[in-house]
Structures are given as structure tokens and as C-alpha cells.
């Protein structure tokens, strides 16, 4: 039997702790219907013996607090509510506790924003980690040793699991019900949960806004001019000269500011633009393509698909109400 605990603090989101406990408890519902022994003993691990939820809307009993559980197979940080730095500072104490966890061989899941606890740790230090798309920017500021890959969906690295944002936290307990029960019944929870299992990336749901919070007045400058003029063909030469910095400094700073390369950046803000253009629009591809500055149809088809995961056809079946 694989034993699991879910662990509650104070901040926790009560949606994302109750989806994996509902998802878990399914697959144990349909093996007694076969006749079966449950696959998972689910635990409830409190940071209290009651804890109160959302603003005081919810208190919670746990079955033990996490300080009894002596020894697990899963332990899994669902998101969390408010200041994320404030969270990790009230959960100090758990730390340490999830630390020698893992090293007595217990694996550790965050889900969403849950992943800044488990950071906190010191445990995905050189790993690769996903969270929720908007909380890049803060992630990367607090744990700059973490490879943080928001594109993902999951990560699954020396038994250290994380997930997207929201919702897409689903896709990873069913990676985790196939890995333990089998793909047949990850299928079978997918179905009965309306969750398309085999969606890999966040990219298609992201909304591209530069980063901004950094002192490099020069850096704020290029990054104001490529916002406003992205319809037009920028050079990085072209943009040396406006913020008067040699050509290797620029690039230099830029990629320390902003974590992308220049060239990453106009793509990105061009293709944010089109994207807008894609979901309220019906303007051709073509249309789509000079507005922001391209005349080479197969790189911007190729720009697009590398930054949504999509092509434009299909970001625009997926999200313009008016196709269809």
C-alpha cells in the first residue's frame, strides 16, 4: 500500500488540497469495487490538530499532524493562499521536517505554488521545478539555484515532483495515480474528471509580461521601446543606441535583468501581441504576421509554436469564442 500524506498549513488552498485527496480516494473506490485492496492509505497532515482555512471560511481536522508522521511514501504541498513569503515564514518549522523526509526515501510533490515551501528546503537546488506561470518572476528572485521551467506541466526529478499553475496541478496526480496504479486507471480518472491527462505544457495559458523588477534603468528603457515600437523590426544594434551601451554590455545586462536573451524578448512581446490579435480577432495570419513586424512566414509560424506550443490555428480554435 503507498502511503500518502497531504500536508495543511494555515495558507493552504482548500481546492488544492481537496483534489488529490478526491483523486486518490477514487482509485481506492474503484479497486473495492473490483473487489480489491485500496492501493493508497491517504493521510491529512496539519500543521495544527485544527486548522483554519480560507480567511476562517473552512476549519479543518487532520487526521495527525505532519510532526506524527513518522515515515511516509508521498508527501504532497498543495498552493497556498496570500504572500508567499510570508507563507514560508510561517511554515519554517515544517521544513526541516519535509528534509529528513526525503532523504529517509519519502518522494515529495508540490503542486502550483506549493513548490515555494518545498524550494525553501533547499531540495530543488539544481533541480528543475515548475509553479504556477505568473509567480515566475518572484520564484526566480527567492530561489535563483532552482532551474524553474514554467513551461512544464511536470517535473519529475530524483523523486522531487512539481506542477503548473492552478488547475494543471490535476495532470500531475494523474502522472502520479499512472506511475502507482497504472495507466488504465489514470485513464479512468481522467475521464471521470474531465482532465486531459497527456497536456504537457503551461505555454498556450501564459501571458507574457517582462520582467521589470530589477534597478537597470538602461535595461527598463530598452524594454519600454521594444514594448511600444514591436511592430516595427528592431535591431539589437537599434537598441544599443538608444539605451547608449556597447552591443556585449547590453546583451550582458539584459539577460541578467530580464532572463531573456534580447532576441527572446521582442519574440515574446510580438507574439503576446498576436496572441491578443488571435482570441478577439478574425484577422488573417498574414495580417497577424505584419502588424508585428515579421515578413518571413515560416520563422514567424516557427517563433510561434516555440513560445505557445501551439500553431496559430490552434490557439485560435482554443481560445477565440467567435471561431467555430
Not at 148 to 173: C, H, M, P, R, V
Not at 225 to 240: A, D, R, S
Not at 264 to 287: G, P
Request: hydrophobic share 40%.
Amino acid at each position: 500500500m503507498k502511503r500518502i500524506a497531504i500536508l495543511v498549513t494555515a495558507q493552504t488552498n482548500m481546492a488544492s488540497m481537496d483534489n488529490p485527496r478526491c483523486a486518490f480516494l477514487f482509485v481506492n473506490e474503484l479497486l473495492s469495487k473490483r473487489g480489491e485492496p485500496p492501493l493508497f492509505d491517504l493521510k491529512i497532515a496539519g500543521t495544527e490538530k485544527d486548522v483554519t482555512l480560507e480567511n476562517g471560511w473552512y476549519t479543518l481536522h487532520p487526521d495527525m499532524t505532519y510532526q506524527e508522521i513518522r515515515a511516509t511514501d508521498l508527501i504532497i504541498i498543495p498552493a497556498f493562499d496570500g504572500d508567499l513569503k510570508e507563507v514560508i515564514l510561517h511554515n519554517k518549522p515544517v521544513l526541516p521536517w519535509l528534509v529528513r523526509q526525503y532523504k529517509e526515501g519519502t518522494e515529495i510533490a508540490s503542486l502550483c505554488v506549493g513548490a515555494f515551501l518545498l524550494a525553501a528546503t533547499g531540495l530543488l537546488n539544481g533541480k528543475t521545478c515548475s509553479t504556477h506561470w505568473r509567480a515566475t518572476e518572484a520564484f526566480r528572485e527567492v530561489f535563483p539555484d532552482v532551474c524553474l521551467q514554467t513551461e512544464k506541466i511536470i517535473t519529475d526529478e530524483d523523486g522531487i515532483y512539481t506542477s503548473g499553475g492552478a488547475f494543471s496541478s490535476a495532470n500531475l496526480i494523474l502522472y502520479l495515480i499512472e506511475k502507482y496504479a497504472g495507466r488504465v486507471m489514470a485513464v479512468q480518472c481522467a475521464k471521470m474528471f474531465q482532465v486531459d491527462m497527456d497536456r504537457k505544457s503551461q505555454s498556450p495559458f501564459m501571458i507574457f509580461k517582462g520582467q521589470k523588477n530589477h534597478k537597470d534603468k538602461r535595461i527598463q528603457k530598452a524594454q519600454q521601446y521594444i514594448e511600444e515600437n514591436y511592430q516595427e523590426k528592431i535591431t539589437v544594434n537599434q537598441l544599443c543606441r538608444e539605451v547608449a551601451l556597447g552591443r556585449r554590455s547590453f546583451e550582458r545586462r539584459f539577460k541578467t535583468a530580464t532572463d531573456n536573451t534580447i532576441v527572446e524578448y521582442i519574440q515574446r512581446v510580438k507574439i503576446e501581441a498576436v496572441k491578443k490579435r488571435l482570441e478577439t480577432t478574425r484577422m488573417t495570419v498574414n495580417e497577424l504576421m505584419y502588424e508585428v513586424g515579421y515578413t518571413d512566414t515560416k520563422s514567424f509560424r516557427n517563433v510561434f509554436r516555440k513560445v505557445t506550443g501551439l500553431s496559430r490555428f490552434e490557439y485560435r480554435q482554443k481560445f477565440n469564442k467567435n471561431v467555430g
